[in-house]
């Protein structure tokens, strides 16, 4: 049984006269304790819904509620919800403590209890020796502890992160990530992680709502949304894809190349079918599903990447561990066969 | 050989321009006070050193009253224009662009641009206007008139002080359950606080040294220590005018010296 923390009821937002769309009518429902990122380009209104979330823009149209109430009209210093903010945006005039304290302070707990939970926060994110010092004698990823200290210091219901480890380097975005996790798994705080990184994305997140113009492409859990992608924008965005056209007709497809394969429920019409590199494997010439001629294969340490040309000229690429004619790779322009894994090939919405 | 980047310190005749500029900035002030240590009776003719300007000046009743009365319409005028000039700063700057707002830091900034002798005909004018029919006299006018052409001085050192804070910090100070008054007073003022002092300094220095508004504006015995030297330079000259040029001298470097080290020192 999981309680609703935050819910979007068809929220737009439009900037301007009107003329620009940030948010078109999302609807999103996320649930307590989850860790839930909003993935997408930049300009495709992630950032919008969060500061929708947080109270520092008003919806044009849509509600916004928090455990059940509506708080679209609310300003932000009553919601129960905090900001880990990209820039951090420390207050440089205090101290490290006074920073985190300052949510509690401002909410009007007696100093006893706000040096007790600042004290706690210090703790958890290990910035005890740090207590007094100021926000610019700290290095980014102390930084950032301390912002995200001062966000869950007062308990909120919901934290709202908005890109916070893209001013990092990788390193420190590895470590920061996994911070990240253990806070969330020991404080059971509901997370909202915004981010345009879909590694990041896959790798912290319960659920990922994939964002594009102001619109919800897809919801679902990182295996989902990589394995199951709705539309050619998710397929694209998350992970590496190849887009093969073909026509369908009822339980199979028939492939620009002319091939025709068996796919139960393909419906009719010309599709747009998506298929991992990592789900195509090279064979004998003659055997397997297609015929292809070797382009060129790249050696990435992990895997091997062939690029490969079908016989209508598409060109796919096919990822694999080992290549198949020995150590030495496979050459230029050699033939080879092209077998789909099964359940490899999906169908798009559009 | 590639040919050195142009350099105006490689022209010929730089340091004696220099210096000859140098020498036209200092020269006059310095011959200012070294005269007022002068034992004898001008301020041409050296007669030996001696301190008997500064103790006559500061013994004497007129100079002490018109230097408590520069004091107080400096101390007024610098509070009551800081005060309007930081919430005009924080109005003008705490958001984001808007229509006219060029228009507005023009307005804001009317005193640098309209000629003070304008300025000084025109409050001679409406504060006449306002005495006859009220009946009012006092220092007030000379506040009102100083606090007025301060605005300025006080609102640049202040808006540039804001135009370089995170606008975001309000923004977290909100997310963090302060109201707008919360968030003013615990984050927006004290990262203002060496903006606003910059600016009273500015202000008070401006309001101390002000000749023409105040020559027009006072009434008979509301002399300011400029007025009453300008008064004094009608009749004999003596090195008392030196002796008190020289300490209000003093007086402003200390004040402009201290803008500077709080304007330098939180920039970075």
Known sequence: MTTT??????????????????????????????????????????????????????????????????ITASPPNKRNVNTVFQSYALFPHLTVAQNIGFGLKMRGDDAAKVDKRTEEMLALVKMEQMASRRPEQLSGGQQQRVALARALAPAPEVLLLDEPL???????????????????????ITFVFVTHDQEEALTMSDRIAVMSHGQLQQVGSPREIYTRPVNRFVADFIGETNFLEAEA????????????????????????????????????????????TVRDSVYFGTDWHCHLLLSDGTEVVARMQSPPTGESGIGKGQPVGLAFAPGALRVLED | MATKPFSVTRLPGFGAIAIAAFIALY??????????????????????FSLDWYRLAWENDQVQQAAIRSLVIATFAAGFSTLLATLAAVGTTRRGRFKGQTIIYVMINQ?????????????????????TATGIQGLGYLILAHTAFCIPFAYLPIRARLEGMDMSLETAAADLYATPWQAFR?????????????????????????????????????????????????????????????????LTVLLLTGFFLITRGRQN
Request: overall charge negative.
């Open chain 1, 166 to 188: 893209s001013a990092l380097d990788l390193k420190l975005r590895k470590e920061m990530q996994s911070e990240l996790k253990r806070l969330q798994s020991e404080t059971g």
């Open chain 1, 5 to 70: 923390a935050i819910e979007a009821r068809a929220v737009t937002k439009r900037f301007g006269a009107g003329e620009i769309t940030a948010l078109d009518a999302v609807s999103i429902s996320i649930a307590q304790g989850e860790f839930f990122t909003l993935l997408g380009p930049s300009g495709c209104g992630k950032t919008t819904l969060l500061r929708c979330i947080a109270g520092f823009e008003t919806p044009t149209d849509g509600a916004i509620l928090l455990s059940g109430s509506d």
């Open chain 2, 186 to 250: 615990h984050v927006t003022l004290p990262l203002l606080a060496p903006g606003i002092l910059a600016g009273a300094m500015l202000a008070f220095v401006i309001s101390l040294d002000d000749v023409i508004i105040t020559e027009f504006v006072k009434s008979a015995g509301q002399d300011t220590l400029p007025t009453y030297m300008l008064g004094q330079l009608r009749r004999a000259m003596t090195p008392e005018v030196n002796a008190i040029s020289t300490a209000l001298l003093v």
């Open chain 2, 111 to 131: 005193p640098l641009m309209v000629p003070e002798i304008v300025t000084a005909v025109a409050l001679l004018i409406l504060f006449g206007a306002i005495r």
């Open chain 2, 27 to 48: 020269a006059p002030i310095i011959t200012l006070v070294v005269y007022s240590f002068n034992a004898a009776n001008s301020v041409a003719i050296w007669g030996g």
């Open chain 1, 249 to 292: 007709k009822g339980d199979s497809v028939t492939l620009s190349t002319g091939d025709t394969l068996p796919l139960p429920g393909a419906g009719t019409g010309p599709i747009t079918l998506a298929v991992r590199p990592e789900l195509l494997r090279l064979t004998e010439p003659g055997e397997g599903d297609l015929t292809a």
